[in-house]
């Protein structure tokens, strides 16, 4: 390994909905993040890595900053906390227009020696004016950020974020394999997709009532078969996700089942089933189980 040899942890943090999945995605390169309009997308921490010749760069999206509702929120308002402990460059991804932010973080970054690159996301979709005022009002809250406008969707100055990531990188050797994606397993992005088509088709709190285990993965010649276990909290959660004569679970396989087969890129048989775990959302033991709790 070369004597200069840069590595570190780049954690995104920020409010719900404001792109942290959609940057992340962007500046890997590969789809590991589920991205939906909904707030509340994701709900792990999730690793993606980036190796250049000299740098490896550990990059975690993280769930958005909330005041948790019950103990799933705990848990990934943990996540957030711990991304602030342990990051080398943190990213607090803003997006442009808001001015909404979380007293208790902003206390935290300001206690923080961590360098901070504060992120303007979304500047396609604002203007000049808006981005200058934007430019003044977090620099009160976050003196010491470094300022940076991005559109992540449309890929506006990644380039430059990329440079500024790398300048404050840390002398270090790479923490993983450097031919290495992500540490999470195959199951854990095949669940996630699934939960992505969840959120875009159920309404309001449904999709927030679902984790979806895959239990099984069997490779056969040709095809690959797959079952998975959407866990609700109540029996008439159970009813809407199934639908009348099963018509909602079953348009739901057909949507997750297409781009199951494009991420594995081979034949898929999905089998999809509906487990009622009473308020599961609220037990330590079953989100333990579900590995909220692994989220290192
Ligand atoms: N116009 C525009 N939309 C964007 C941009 N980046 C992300 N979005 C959209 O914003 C929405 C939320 O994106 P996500 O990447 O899921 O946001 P997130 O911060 O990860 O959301 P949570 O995981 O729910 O906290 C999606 O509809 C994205 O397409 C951008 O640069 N410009
Ligand atoms: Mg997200």
């Known amino acids: 390994m070369e004597q200069n040899h840069k590595a570190g942890f780049v954690n995104i943090i920020g409010n719900p909905n404001v792109g942290k999945s959609t940057l992340m995605n962007r500046l890997v390169g590969e789809r590991l993040s589920i991205i939906t309009a909904k707030a509340q997308t994701t709900r792990h921490r999730i690793k993606g890595i980036v190796n250049g010749d000299n740098y ?3 990059y975690s999206d993280l769930p958005g900053i909330l005041t948790p509702a019950y103990k799933m929120q705990e848990m990934m308002m943990r996540f957030v906390d711990e991304s602030l402990q342990d990051a080398d460059v943190l ?10 932010y979380n007293e208790e973080i902003i206390q935290k970054l300001k206690n923080v020696s961590t360098p901070i690159l504060l992120v303007i996301n979304k500047i396609d979709k604002s203007d000049e004016a808006t981005i200058i005022s934007m ?26 974020l990329l440079q500024k990531i790398v300048e404050k990188l840390p002398p270090s050797p790479p923490y993983f394999p450097k031919d290495e994606l992500t540490d999470r397993p195959m199951r854990f992005f095949i669940s996630e997709i699934i939960r992505e088509k969840i959120l875009l088709q159920y309404k309001k709190e449904i999709p927030y009532s679902v984790e979806v285990v895959v239990e099984s993965f069997k490779e056969e010649e040709g095809l690959t078969r797959i079952g998975a276990v959407l866990y609700v909290e109540r029996e008439t959660q159970k009813m809407i996700i199934i639908g009348r004569k099963g018509v909602s679970i079953k348009q739901l396989g057909i949507t997750a089942r297409a781009d ?4 594995l890129g081979c034949h898929v048989f999905l089998d999809l089933s509906v487990k009622v775990l009473k308020d599961w959302r609220d037990s330590d033991l079953i989100m333990k189980r579900f590995g909220y709790n692994n989220n290192g």
Not at 260 to 263: D, N, V
């Open 56 to 58: 490896q760069i550990v």
């Open 260 to 263: 199951i087969e494009e991420f």
């Open 91 to 100: 990213l607090y991804l803003i997006e442009c227009g808001e001015t909404k």
């Open 135 to 160: 430019r003044s009002y977090w620099l009160e809250l976050l003196p010491k950020a470094e300022i940076v406008e991005i559109s992540a969707l449309q890929n506006l100055n990644l380039d430059i």
